[in-house]
């Protein structure tokens, strides 16, 4: 069982002799610092470096690559020794011609892992960007027992302020010895492998991450690769559009043409390791002239819940390019006619008559073929896609599948965190056969916002203000619902605030369960007293961080993630109480604080401009099938469809007890 780590979480250890794995997609220096009961590094026989890589209990690696192996050895410590910081730096430009800010290149991942192999803890190291050098993680003694400590410490200055900032004397002439070690070639540069690609009959590229407007930068023109269906980022669509887009575990903002070693950045999976990963599953192969068979989990991946993670996305990206053909097809036939037409009624003589009406009968008999070829070309792959979704739906773990799926019929509360979790749904209209998923990527990056506003339904239809507002707060239960459901126990908790008490009915699968950490929070006492909790957690644990003692925290304090559920705003918030929302959306993801807001934006109107940042920062969902989302790259509107539990299942109350009785006995 491995544990995921996030900044500034911990794990216990439970080996002493450890390996710990890196894999950073460009050439790197990894080194290993031993600290004293003050994190403080004594000198440098205290530092295990390409050029002196053993030390006692440490062994790292001779040379700058793309992926280490670093042997620790705790029982070989001595009793001076409390900290091993594991340190990684990108090679001085005379070394290594290469990348010199972390942001450049891929998001290195680390894993610690017993002598067989398997992991214990893992952490991706994202959010960097002008560093050079970053702590990792550190192994630390605490009570007589070892933890492993998820750091991300970033310095711009490279190995020079990171040594210094270990207070270590001589931080300079160390890293000049490192620097001048690889600059000889006493540690040779390995160059990264090349991307990998799917081995699938569809060439499923991975896509970089569209930048949006508000990122600094425009969606590329004439890209032929939608955006993956994971929607942790930041929106990219114009006025009214939400542009979807990946958490790819790297900095949002990474080029990947700047990275180095053999090709792009691989952004399809954080999680890297030191081999290829499995192949797919083998394909029945089809007969002379027939299709492939589909098979759940034909993609690449380390595990089956990776592979159909991978699977799902090359669906969105097969739907997303075929429907784009199609349109073009369309489009092209219909200004092939137009011009045809043109210039049959273009000459006076031609306009009347009979040699008129041929004309114009050719030109559109010509239409009808074009469209007639470009929608049986449509319609195969169409064909094709739904038998893959008939295989890949049923084999969806509970965070990804639907709520009527037979898994949550299964449901045991998990002892990790999954990669993504399940939205809803998306489909085009050329294509109403095929939902695809709409995942999101674990941990949560962005707050979601529930639009109760009214609205008329693509279909036509007409849903007044009240019946949104309590399909938006089920819709709201059916979301955070499914986050708790797919955290191990005691890793997630939900607040509610409900200031007139509006949504007790759609809140009941939580309050009659006990999910909650407290009953809902009414009244405007209530919103304050809710709000400024969860304020003072986000200073508490920022400060912890900033000063590198996350755990300094008081005893007792819930580490789990937070998620706050908003009904009804912004009825019972004052100016105060509207700042601190504002506070907890920007602030609160880095720490583990998430926002859920079931709201419609006009009755906010009141604060003009002022929330117009609030409501930019969360992605928009809405309780009804709606084409508000809009991938930037192929231009496709995409009709989204929320979630909801069917009519009369006790599916939710079913997998909210077993949340609930694991909990309880989490917390005894």
Excluded: C
């Excluded at 037979?406 to 002892?415: D, E, G, K, S």
């Excluded at 009804?624 to 790259?633: I, N, Y």
Aim: glycine share 10%.
């Amino acid at each position: 069982m491995t544990a995921e780590l996030v900044r500034g979480q911990n794990h216990p250890l439970f080996q002493s002799r450890l390996e710990i794995r890196i894999s950073a997609g460009t050439p790197i220096v990894a080194a290993a610092a031993l600290g004293d009961e003050n994190g403080r590094i004594r000198g440098t026989a205290w530092v295990a470096h390409p050029g002196a890589p053993t030390q006692p209990g440490l062994e790292v690696s001779r040379q700058a690559a793309a992926d280490h192996r670093l042997a620790v050895d705790l029982d070989a410590m001595t009793d001076a020794v409390h900290r091993v910081s594991v340190l990684l730096a990108l090679p001085a430009p005379a070394g290594a011609p290469g990348p010199s800010r972390f942001g450049a290149v891929a998001a290195p991942f680390v894993a610690v892992t017993g002598l067989d192999g398997d992991e214990v803890a893992s952490y991706t190291i994202t959010g960097l960007e002008a560093e050079s050098a970053v702590v990792a993680l550190e192994l630390y003694r605490r009570q007589g027992a070892w933890k492993v400590r998820a750091v991300g410490q970033g310095y711009a200055g490279g190995l020079t302020e990171l040594l210094t900032d270990q207070g270590l004397p001589e931080a300079v002439q160390l890293a000049g010895s490192i620097n001048e070690a690889v600059a000889q070639g006493l540690a040779r540069s390995v160059q990264a492998p090349p991307p990998r690609t799917s081995d699938g009959d569809r060439s499923r590229q991975a896509a970089a991450p569209a930048v949006g407007p508000d990122q600094g930068g425009t969606a590329p023109q004439g890209a032929t690769g939608p955006v993956p269906p994971s929607y942790g980022g930041q929106p990219a669509g114009g006025p009214g559009q939400d542009g979807p887009q990946p958490a790819y575990g790297g900095a949002g903002t990474a080029d990947p043409s700047t990275a180095t070693g053999g090709g792009p950045v691989n952004y399809s999976h954080p999680r890297r390791q030191t081999s290829a990963p499995p192949p797919p599953p083998a394909a029945p192969q089809p007969r002379p002239g027939q299709p492939a068979q589909p098979v759940a989990g034909d993609a690449t991946g380390w595990s089956m819940e990776e592979r159909l993670y991978n699977q799902v996305w090359g669906m969105f990206e097969d739907l997303a390019r075929t429907t784009a053909a199609y349109r073009s097809a369309v489009d092209f036939a219909e200004s092939r006619m137009d011009k045809e037409l043109e210039q049959a009624l273009s000459d006076p003589r031609s306009r009347i008559g009979g040699q008129g009406d041929a004309a114009r009968e050719s030109a559109r008999a010509r239409h009808a073929e074009l469209v007639g070829q470009a929608r049986e070309s449509l319609d195969r792959d169409l064909a094709q896609l739904v038998a893959e979704a008939d295989v890949v739906e049923p084999a969806l773990p509970p965070a990804f599948a639907r709520w009527d799926n037979p898994a949550w019929h299964a449901y045991r509360v998990p002892m990790e965190i999954p990669m993504a979790l399940r939205l809803g749904d998306l489909r085009l209209p050329e294509a109403e056969r095929i939902r695809i998923p709409m995942l999101l990527r674990l941990p949560l990056e962005r707050g979601l916002w529930i639009d109760s506003g009214r609205t008329d339904g693509i279909d036509g239809s007409f849903t007044d203000s009240h019946d949104m507002r309590r399909l938006a707060m089920e819709t709201a239960v059916a979301h955070a619902a499914r986050l708790l459901a797919v955290y191990p126990a005691g890793e997630f908790t939900v607040h509610v605030i409900d200031p007139a008490g509006s949504g007790a009915q759609a809140l009941a699968p939580l309050t009659q369960t006990g999910v909650l950490a407290a009953p809902p929070a009414q009244g405007a006492a209530g919103v304050t007293d809710v709000l400024s909790r969860l304020t003072q957690r986000v200073d508490l644990v920022q400060m912890a961080l900033r000063g590198g003692a996350p755990d300094a925290l008081p005893p007792g304090f819930d580490t789990s993630q937070q998620l706050l559920v908003v009904n009804d705003f912004p009825h019972g918030f004052d100016d105060r109480a509207v700042n601190q929302l504002r506070y907890l959306a920007d602030e609160g993801p880095s720490v583990g604080v998430h926002l859920m807001m079931v709201a419609d934006r006009e009755e906010s109107a009141g604060y003009g401009p002022l929330l117009d940042p609030l409501w930019r920062s969360l992605l928009r969902l809405t309780p009804v099938p709606d084409d508000h989302l809009a991938d930037p790259w192929v231009g496709h509107a995409w009709t989204y469809e929320p979630p909801l539990v069917p009519p009369g299942s006790q599916v939710l109350h079913q997998v909210l007890t077993q949340v609930a009785a694991a909990r309880r006995s989490w917390n005894r």
